[in-house]
């Protein structure tokens, strides 16, 4: 059974939003709020929440500051974006500060359902289109047989490529220092060193560079 959050401050939104999820998760403890200051005190009293659908356009929010506070008053639980922007770059900013997932809201209902399993089950959504985009831009700055330069994935240590294999399967910092039982802080020492490596920008441009990637390949060596 799974306890989710539904912070928004439009009503009609919250009811359809809580509608979704109670039809496709039964059984799920459902949560609402609808400004800044309450999203932040109820995480602080819940620190078990399994997801929080989180609109940008609440009080108390001014563009990404709210995610960005929320990750760092609950930096364990799974954050997702569900707002009617549909700007490339917020998309993929959101993502960058930590969020797990972005759902416009003109999303069918079928399409947020299956958006909010992928991410429970432990993978990032994006809506199809900001990928497209992105993978597009990404190959076009790369050898045309490779997402990243097979020179630049050999500069990765082996635990660094056990890292990213991770990444791309869209595990949380916490989920891989668990499956591969190290500490949080060393994960988050590999991504840095990782993003460094592969000059990439931010952790999505990673995990989309290495969709691709056969890493048996370089798990060998």
């Known amino acids: 059974m799974y306890r989710i959050l539904i912070a928004d401050d439009h009503p009609l939104f919250r009811e359809a939003i809580h509608n979704v999820v109670s ?29 929080i659908l989180l609109d940008l356009n609440m009080p108390g929010m001014s563009g990404l500051n709210g995610l960005i506070s929320l990750r760092n008053e609950a930096p364990t639980i799974p954050v997702v974006i569900v707002s009617a922007e549909q700007d490339k770059q917020v998309v993929l900013q959101a993502i960058t500060y930590g969020a ?35 993978q597009g831009s990404i190959r076009r700055s790369t050898p045309a047989d490779a997402s990243i330069p097979a020179e630049l994935l050999q500069a990765l ?15 949380s910092n916490k989920q891989i220092a668990y499956n591969l039982d190290i500490a949080e802080t060393t994960v988050k020492a590999h991504v840095s060193a990782i993003l460094r490596k592969l000059n990439v920008h931010n952790r999505v441009q990673a995990i989309l560079s290495a969709s691709d990637i056969d890493f048996n390949i370089y798990l060998r060596r």
């Open 23 to 51: 039809d496709g998760f039964p059984g799920t403890v459902i949560m609402e709020t609808a400004d800044l200051d309450s999203t932040l005190a109820l995480t602080r009293e819940n620190d078990d929440l399994d997801l």
């Open 100 to 134: 797990v997932g972005f759902i416009t809201k003109s999303s069918p209902r079928a399409q947020m359902t299956e958006a909010i399993e992928q991410i429970l089950n432990g993978n990032v959504y994006l809506p199809s289109d900001i990928i497209r985009t992105q």
């Open 157 to 171: 240590t082996r635990k660094q490529l056990l890292v990213l294999e991770r990444m791309t399967k869209g595990e």
